[in-house]
Nanobody, 117 residues
Framework: QVQLVESGGDLVQPGGSLRLSCTTSGINFSLYIMGWYRQVPGKQRELVASITSGAGTKYTDSVKGRFTISRDNAKNTVYLQMNSLKPEDTAVYYC???????????WGQGTQVTVSS
């Protein structure tokens, strides 16, 4: 079956950095659009960044210049490097996988990122 397992969430001070990882199994990883979403209680899940099979990337405006999404097809893993973290980046971060834009989305279980002094 399809599995997405996130790791790397933590408590970090404002201005700090974290790298999230999402390792997958059960899919042909190199063909999938991979994404990172985040959600805070009471709000909709928000797309933070995505990367296509051809390594094209997109970011939501609030993270441009601070976050970088990347993928390692040999390791079936997608990463989210987060720099200059702000308290408003605090959320549960979810990894996603889609074979195409309107296809079923597979989700990971989420990893908590807390930015606080």
């Amino acid at each position: 079956q399809v599995q997405l397992v996130e790791s790397g969430g933590d408590l970090v001070q404002p201005g700090g950095s974290l790298r999230l990882s999402c390792t997958t199994s059960g899919i042909n990883f190199s063909l999938y659009i991979m994404g990172w979403y985040r959600q805070v209680p009471g709000k909709q899940r928000e797309l933070v960044a995505s990367i296509t099979s051809g390594a094209g990337t997109k970011y939501t405006d609030s993270v441009k210049g601070r976050f970088t999404i990347s993928r390692d097809n040999a390791k079936n893993t997608v990463y989210l490097q987060m720099n200059s973290l702000k308290p408003e980046d605090t959320a549960v971060y979810y990894c996603s996988a889609q074979i195409s834009q309107y296809a079923q989305i597979y989700w990971g279980q989420g990893t908590q990122v807390t930015v606080s002094s």
